[in-house]
């Protein structure tokens, strides 16, 4: 068992890949073994995380997930746990190995009880084993009403003073999406509680799922443990990675500003076309590429002339568009582009060496058909394209509501990058970088204070100095995701994340 940390990359499985992975064990083992090592591995955390918990109140549902918290629940009883069980299930309907577990914790004298007891306190412990992969989420599912007492035991859980340790998913999380069911949805946010929220943890078990990584997941399923109960996964490929740190990239000696690539940013509509200056966005994300290492860094401003130079950043070279060699550059076109991006795409996108489309530059193929025919062209003739939507931008590109992306991350990039013919980077807790014909990746780094006007420019800028710099377009989005949710993670507690500081912080 280990605690999952970003330092290193991680093969996630959905579901299906991880049913097929437990039929498969459970066929070469004694029957009941995957549930007493789940059980076993759920006890050994449950101690090691509250060591003087004097009560551990254990929540277990009607399937195999309540089955491992019964297999729990015996062994803390023997090692002489105050533990008080509530089990939604029957001995008469229960699967088998849930049943089994469901005798051994009577024989060792748990305490049952109808519901969560009310004297839980910070020392304590509750373990969620209410659902785990067997929670039927899908959108096309016929909605169910969850039954009274489950819905009491999951506010008791949500409400809880105690620390949580979800058993394989915080319940309810739909493992694939890292969307909850319908119905079984948290009722406050966490950003509302108006109290330190209490730690929580995932026991991920046999696979680590994706859902626990994107979308609501990661506040849900707090700390991610992964216990891979003996089981290889063989030839069961992953459905996406967890990425991991890009490898160092020192520098030669014998190098120079033209060894690290000329990147070009072209937005930042002027005031006077309809009184929304954007100049700001396009010059974070040139800050972000002259701080990620770029070897020159060109600013080509949509505010007909009105600034020749920027004083706090004087490296930053201001160009007309018409004197930019687009063909010898890596440009990163949209942040702050307005309307007056219209203007250049077409150029820009037939002509660019290396490319990163953002923000305004996405809002506007997403209504020209022409221009989406061209950023496919780019793919076909080689030419590397990375397109950085949040989700309403992505919305808008694959003609879906946001809630329609939301619901399943993982399959929006993928269409993204599919229809597009490039890397997609769909931002957002959890980003997602996909391309066609390879596994997606999900970023672990990064968190709610990246959630501030400016940080996706930052971002754009990033990815196209890794670009400039010869990465691959897949390698440079997923390096750049990563320092730029990084730069945020270590970021000093007390000092405000503004997107210029960021863009000024990210080459370390
Ligand atoms: N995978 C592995 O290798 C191993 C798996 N193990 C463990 O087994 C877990 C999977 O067990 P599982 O298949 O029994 O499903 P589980 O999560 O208990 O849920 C099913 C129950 O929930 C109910 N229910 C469903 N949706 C609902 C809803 N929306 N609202 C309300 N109720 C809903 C559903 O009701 P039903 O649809 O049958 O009426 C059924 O009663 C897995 O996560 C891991 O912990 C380990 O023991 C060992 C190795
Ligand atoms: N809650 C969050 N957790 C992790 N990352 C976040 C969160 N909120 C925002 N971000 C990141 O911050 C950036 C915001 O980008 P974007 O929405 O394009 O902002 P802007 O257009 O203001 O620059 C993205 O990289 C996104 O992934
Ligand atoms: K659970």
């Known amino acids: 068992m280990h605690r999952i940390t970003p330092h290193q990359p991680h093969p ?128 096309h599912s016929p909605p169910r009403t969850p039954d009274a007492r489950l819905l009491t035991c999951l506010q008791a859980l949500h409400h809880s003073p105690a620390p949580v340790l979800a058993v394989d998913l915080p319940s309810g999380l739909d493992a694939d999406t890292g969307q909850f069911a319908a119905g079984l949805t948290p009722d406050t946010p966490p950003h509302l509680h108006h109290r330190a929220p209490t730690p929580r943890h995932t026991l991920s078990l046999l ?34 990675w967890l990425s991991g740190p890009a490898l160092p990239a020192p520098r030669a000696h014998a190098s120079h500003k033209g060894s690290y690539g000329d990147v070009a940013v072209v937005g930042g509509e002027g005031l006077a076309a309809r009184g929304m200056g954007m100049a700001g966005a396009a010059l974070l994300a040139a800050s972000a590429a002259l701080h990620s290492g770029a070897g020159r860094v060109l600013v080509t401003l949509l505010d007909d002339g009105h600034l020749q130079l920027d004083p706090q950043q004087p490296e930053l070279m201001l160009r007309r568009f018409d004197a930019l060699a687009l063909e010898q550059l890596t440009m990163v076109c949209g942040c702050g582009g307005g309307q007056a991006i219209a203007h250049v795409l077409p150029e820009v996108i037939s002509r660019a060496a290396r490319l990163v489309l953002d923000a305004d530059a996405l809002n506007t193929i997403a209504t020209q058909a022409a221009l989406h025919a061209l950023v496919v062209a780019r793919g076909q003739h080689g030419q590397p394209t990375v397109i950085t939507p949040h989700p309403l931008e992505a919305a808008r590109l694959l003609g879906l509501t946001t809630a329609e992306v939301q619901a399943d991350r993982l399959d929006a990039a993928q269409q993204l990058a599919d229809q597009f013919n490039c890397v997609a980077v769909l931002k957002g807790s959890g980003t997602v970088i996909a391309a066609p014909d390879r596994v997606p990746a999900i970023n672990p780094t990064g968190n709610a204070r990246l959630a501030t006007a400016g940080t996706g420019d930052v971002l754009a800028g990033m990815v196209g100095a890794h670009l400039a710099a010869g990465a691959s377009a897949w390698r440079a989005a997923s390096e750049a995701v990563y320092q730029h949710g990084q730069a945020a993670d270590v970021w000093p507690a007390g000092l405000a994340l503004t997107a210029s500081a960021l863009a000024r912080r990210v080459g370390g």
Do not use: Y
């Open 12 to 139: 996630l499985f959905n579901t299906a890949a991880t049913r097929r992975l437990e039929k498969a064990a459970a066929a070469a083992l004694p029957p009941h073994t995957l549930m007493q090592r789940a059980g076993l591995a759920v006890a050994q955390l449950a101690q090691a995380l509250a060591p003087h918990a004097r009560t551990v109140w254990i929540a277990c549902g009607p399937g195999n997930n309540g089955g491992d918290g019964l297999e729990a629940a015996m062994h803390l009883q023997r090692s002489g746990r105050k533990v008080i069980v509530t089990w939604l299930g029957q001995p008469d309907t229960a699967p088998a190995d849930a049943r089994a577990s469901w005798q051994r914790a009577r024989d060792a004298g748990v305490a049952w009880a109808d519901a969560a007891p009310n004297d839980l306190d910070a020392n304590d412990l509750c373990i969620d084993a209410l659902l785990g992969i067997g929670v039927a989420s899908s959108p």
């Open 207 to 240: 696979t680590l799922k994706p859902g626990l990584f994107t979308a609501t997941g990661r506040d849900a399923a707090g700390h991610v443990w992964l216990d891979d109960l003996g089981v290889e996964p063989g030839h069961e490929p992953p459905n996406a």
